[in-house]
């Protein structure tokens, strides 16, 4: 029994194995069936190839050539444009003579000339002469009648040569009264430092006190002004505000103001004012010595010694600076400012002789601001020359030959017309080569030659660059940044610069100076002082 049902299990198995083969045969077949029958439905037909259609190339009747249209002598189209061309030329001279009517009439009919050739253009085929004839002849009508208005090109050239000349005629006189008036405004003294003057004038000659301070005050410094291991500066100047703003800021940048000493030289009219103001004053300048003194003191300073005040006496040179009648205007109004011949402006050729007792001496002109320490400047090495200053040659416009009459012998002979210029308004002079050289003296001749004004015309700069010539030694560009007074200067040069010169004709005082410029030399200026309030400055 029992082998019996072991042997029916066996069997059993080997059927169950073999139908499961069958079942895995079965299924494989139905997939690939399966698969077949997907693969048929997705497959698609290639269409049948649509035999390419040839086209033949029609020739296509050429219509008219623009080009050749208006290049022919004979082209109806060439004549429509010619007569556009003019008929525009026409147009703009019947404005010009206001004739606004005839004008419009040429306009409309240059737009018919025109609607004319587009519409052969477009049709492609040349203009006839019944196309043409009427626009032709209504153009031809107009071009005569601007011809009977004498449009024609002879006439309208000399119209507009002589409308250039009145035009130019007039632009010289709009451009010389231009400068005269700007110079009016450079060379005014506004009405509050006039105040501020008169004031403090009337104060000193009131106050017995002030007086006799700023007297005990100098007596206790006199010392100073001819001590040499100082640092001194000099200014010439009638300009009190201008002047305190240039002792302002030497003292404020200072890094030792006690030993800086300011040599100021005034007029006789200012010089009570000048005294005045920095009496009072005093407490606020770190230390700094202030000197005050008026050229008229100056025995030594009359018409035997000096060319200029000589100048002056002479009837030709008081009406080329005074009354300018003696020329018929030929010269411009600034060669002809008086304060060219002002002492105040020469003095810087005598500064060995107002300071006979120094050895050095920084010169600063009164429209320059200080905004670094300048005790530096007192030992440089000028190398044995007389005058140390910042070179002006970067552009060919600051050479001799800009400055100076080239076509003057006595100019040509001496003097490179390349040479280099420089500036006044920053300059250290050595007085001990500066007397060894007799600088003064060369000064004189120079200033002798020049009586007739044929060497040079204006200012000081020019006798200064023949008088230093060969003794000046270059200092630093930034030592002296120029162009403040009349042109754009990089800020970053503004911001390295020991001296700020505000030269040219827009002077910070003044109200048509740079505005951009003007708080560089504002926040010197003691506005809380009693008498600027007084005298409404700001």
């Known amino acids: 029994m029992n082998r019996r049902r072991g042997l029916d299990f066996r069997r059993a198995g080997g059927r169950r194995k073999i139908s499961n083969v069958v079942w895995w045969v079965l299924s494989a077949i139905v997939i690939t069936l399966f698969i077949l029958i997907l693969s048929k439905a997705t497959q698609i037909e290639p269409r049948p190839s649509i035999p ?5 190339h029609e020739k296509l009747v050429e219509g008219m050539n623009m080009t050749e249209e208006m290049l022919s002598p004979t082209s109806f189209a060439r004549q429509v444009n010619d007569q556009i061309a003019l008929a525009k030329a026409f147009v703009v001279i019947a404005k010009e003579s206001k004739n606004l009517q005839f004008a419009w009439d040429l306009s409309a009919q240059i737009r018919n000339s025109q609607l004319l050739l587009s519409t052969a253009a477009a049709s492609r085929r040349p203009l006839t002469v019944l196309d043409s004839e009427p626009t032709i002849r209504d153009m031809a009508v107009l071009l005569y009648q601007a011809q009977q208005l004498h449009y024609d090109s002879a006439t309208m050239i000399m119209r507009l040569k002589a409308t250039i000349q009145s035009l130019e005629a007039q632009m010289s006189s709009v451009t010389e009264k231009s400068a005269k008036y700007a110079q009016i405004a450079a060379e005014e003294v506004p009405k509050s430092l006039y105040c501020l003057g008169v004031r403090l004038t009337t104060d000193w000659f009131q106050n017995s006190e002030l007086q006799g301070k700023l007297a005990e005050r ?9 001590d040499n291991s100082l640092y001194h500066f000099c200014v010439f100047s009638d300009n009190i505000v201008a002047t305190s703003v240039v002792v302002n800021s030497t003292a404020l940048n200072s890094k030792a103001p006690e030993k800086v000493v300011f040599h100021l030289v005034t007029n006789e009219i200012n010089y009570a004012a000048m005294k005045s103001w920095f009496a009072m004053d005093m407490d606020n300048l770190r230390g700094v010595t202030v000197e005050v003194q008026k050229f008229e003191d100056f025995r030594w300073l009359n018409a035997s010694y000096v060319p200029v005040l000589k100048q002056l006496q002479d009837s030709d040179t008081q009406s080329y600076y005074f009354s300018g009648h003696n020329d018929d205007g030929r010269t411009p109004i600034k060669f002809r400012n008086p304060k060219y011949l002002s002492m105040l402006n020469h003095l810087r050729f005598y500064i060995p002789e107002v300071f006979p007792a120094l050895k050095k001496m920084v010169f600063l002109d009164d429209d320059v601001v200080v905004q670094k320490d300048l005790s530096a400047l007192f030992s440089i090495d000028l190398n044995r020359n007389v005058n140390g200053a910042v070179e002006t040659c970067m552009e060919t416009f600051h050479r001799y030959h800009k400055y100076l009459n080239y076509s003057h012998p006595l100019i040509r002979s001496h003097f ?28 004189h001749y120079w200033q002798e030659k020049n009586v007739d004004r044929t060497l040079w015309k204006l200012g000081t700069l020019p006798p200064g660059l023949l008088t230093f010539y060969g003794l000046t030694e270059a200092l630093e560009p930034s030592w002296h940044v120029l162009g403040l007074g009349y042109a754009n200067v990089d800020a970053r040069v ?9 030269n040219g004709n827009l002077k910070p005082w003044l109200k048509i100076g740079m505005e951009k410029y003007k708080p560089l030399w504002e926040k ?3 506005y809380s002082h009693p008498f600027m309030q007084q005298c409404n400055f700001h």
């Open 494 to 502: 503004i911001d390295k610069g020991a001296v700020l010169h505000f």
């Open 52 to 56: 390419e259609r040839r086209y033949r």
């Open 524 to 526: 010197y200026v003691d």
């Open 218 to 226: 100098s007596y206790a410094l006199a010392s100073k002004l001819t």
């Open 416 to 443: 490179d017309p390349d040479a280099c210029g420089w500036a006044f308004g920053m300059n250290v002079f050595d007085l001990v080569e500066w007397r060894k050289r007799n600088v003064t003296g060369i000064y």
